[in-house]
């Protein structure tokens, strides 16, 4: 898990970035993937370390768990312009979507992870 911790968090800093600097998108709001994604990062890191794994991996989750929270609304409104409704910022909107997929799906793993490691105790 720090692994893919670590692998998503680079992707969450990477989107964060595009945002702001490739769509041209000059609020700091743009940045918050990548405000998410360094903290990632750096607990993935220590949790490479097996003092801190768990602890770590735990901090993570209830990051990308607030990340998802803070997001999916983004991702409703995704699928509404996908559909045909007008939104003011979609390429805010885009990112918003990206994140909360990219949360929820390490949430999947996470979750899948603590099962098994609870199993295998």
């Not at 990340?67 to 609304?73: I, K, N, P, Y």
């Not at 909107?93 to 994140?99: E, F, G, K, P, S």
Request: proline share 3%.
């Amino acid at each position: 898990m720090p692994t893919l911790s670590i692998i998503f968090g680079i992707i969450l800093i990477t989107i964060g970035l595009l945002g702001y600097f490739g769509l041209g998108s000059q609020s700091i709001t743009a940045l918050i993937p990548t405000f998410l994604g360094l903290p990632v990062v750096i607990l993935g890191v220590l949790g490479l370390k097996e003092k801190f794994l768990k602890t770590s991996m735990h901090i993570v989750s209830v990051l990308m768990l607030l990340g998802f929270l803070g997001t999916v609304s983004g991702l409703i409104k995704f699928f509404g312009m996908i559909s045909g409704n007008e939104v003011s910022r979609p390429e805010a909107v885009t990112v918003q979507a990206i994140m909360a997929v990219l949360c929820l799906v390490f949430l999947i793993f996470t979750v899948k992870s603590f099962i098994d490691a609870r199993r295998n105790k």
